[in-house]
């Protein structure tokens, strides 16, 4: 049975991302640390900025753009609006 072109780069990007998916934890590339309440993206702490907001470091314009570049950080925001006010 031959496979199509489209089934094949199909198969190649699941092992791709299979592979990635794998290796992320280990290489240190991507994770969520749930102890320190924020994402890691390669070693580096990927945070909202919502504290130095807060602590009056940063301005409204920072702030808002960090929630705009941050992919769910809208959602999050939202849903969890009494763990802002804490810190």
């Given amino acids: ?12 990007l ?18 969520i ?3 320190l309440g924020h994402a890691i993206l390669l070693g580096q702490d990927w945070t909202l900025g919502i504290d130095d907001f807060l602590a009056g470091q940063s301005g409204i314009g920072d702030t808002t753009l960090n929630l705009g570049l941050h992919p769910g950080a809208a959602w999050r ?3 969890q609006p009494a763990a802002v006010g804490r810190g």
């Avoid at 049975?1 to 190649?12: E, I, K, N, V």
């Avoid at 791709?16 to 992320?24: E, K, N, P, S």
């Fill in 1 to 12: 049975m031959t496979r199509t072109r489209l089934q094949q780069r199909r198969a190649w």
């Fill in 33 to 35: 640390d749930l102890t």
């Fill in 77 to 79: 925001a939202a849903t």
């Fill in 14 to 31: 699941q092992v791709g991302f299979f592979v990635l998916f794998v290796l992320a934890p280990p290489l240190d590339l991507f994770r």
